[in-house]
């Protein structure tokens, strides 16, 4: 289907046996905001490790764009592809400005040394002040990240991901430890990133995917329990059972 981003397809992950992810089927629509949710060890994390190329699959494969198979892909491959991946724990440069860690990212190299000493052309420049206005950085731009607040962190590695342009962004628990103010502005600032590119989200946090949700995938043991908008989603017993519930 041309207006699925991703298709996974009899998706099997296993550490030593065990199938942390088993036989998964579904599918993430271009432009969509769509959370992955379940209690611990429903194979979350898992999915998004071998969406980006950290663990490969046993059986099955994850589709790109229809036509990609990035399972077989290493890591830098899919990256290129344009599948960018933010984890849970902060990845931004300290001794650096909010600015130079964006440029870091814009121009995707690896050593801070040789980013810092690469000069960026006219339209990479645009579109790191572009980024830096979205995320609502811009006015802090020539500050460290130790003067951010835990949310605008936050915000500031979505913007590093979203410079990179990628068609995809995958956010491991984007609004853990943010207070009630800045979960509403992070659901604000995916909604417009979605604009451009489809999110895909793993979250704890039912009022924040209730607020944002396109669609929602409901994991237990490793398989799908259940998938659809949230409205529905949340009234199944089974999923009430299993998680909402406790
Ligand atoms: P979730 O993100 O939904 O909490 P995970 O994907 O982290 O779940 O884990 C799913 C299951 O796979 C858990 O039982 C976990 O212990 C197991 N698991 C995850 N990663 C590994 C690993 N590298 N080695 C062994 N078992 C793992």
């Known amino acids: 289907m041309l207006d699925n981003i991703l298709e996974i397809k009899d998706l099997t992950i296993s550490f030593d046996g065990f199938k942390a992810v088993n036989g998964l089927n579904t599918s993430v629509k271009k432009g969509d905001i769509h959370f992955f949710i379940g209690p611990n060890g429903a194979g979350k994390t898992t999915l998004l490790d071998a969406i980006c190329g950290r663990v490969k699959p046993a059986e099955g494969c994850i589709m790109f ?8 892909m290493s890591e830098h491959q ?4 344009g599948i960018g991946r933010k984890f849970q724990v902060p990845s931004v440069f300290m001794g650096i400005t909010i600015y130079e860690n964006m440029e870091l990212a814009a121009v ?7 980013s810092l000493f690469t000069k960026l052309n006219k339209e990479q420049i645009e579109r790191i002040e572009d980024v830096l206005r979205t995320i609502g ?19 500031l590695e979505i913007g590093m991901l979203l410079v990179q342009q990628p068609e995809i962004m995958l956010l491991d628990e984007p609004v853990a430890g943010m207070g009630r103010k800045e979960t509403e502005r992070t659901g604000e600032l995916l909604r417009e990133i979605s604009e451009k590119c ?18 929602v995938t409901v994991l237990h043991e490793g398989m799908l329990l259940d998938e659809g908008n949230m409205q529905d ?10 998680y909402l519930g406790r």
Request: aromatic letters at 8%.
């Open 108 to 114: 995707k190299k690896r050593s801070l040394y040789s």
């Open 198 to 215: 489809s999110v895909i989200v793993v979250e704890h946090d039912m009022e924040f995917v209730r607020e944002c949700a396109d669609r």
């Open 78 to 81: 899919i990256v290129e592809l």
């Open 233 to 242: 989603v949340q009234k199944n017993p089974k999923v009430i059972e299993v």
């Open 65 to 72: 764009n229809s036509l990609s198979d990035v399972t077989r």
């Open 137 to 155: 950085l811009y006015e802090k731009r020539y500050r460290t990240p130790s003067a951010l607040s835990h949310g605008e962190k936050q915000w």
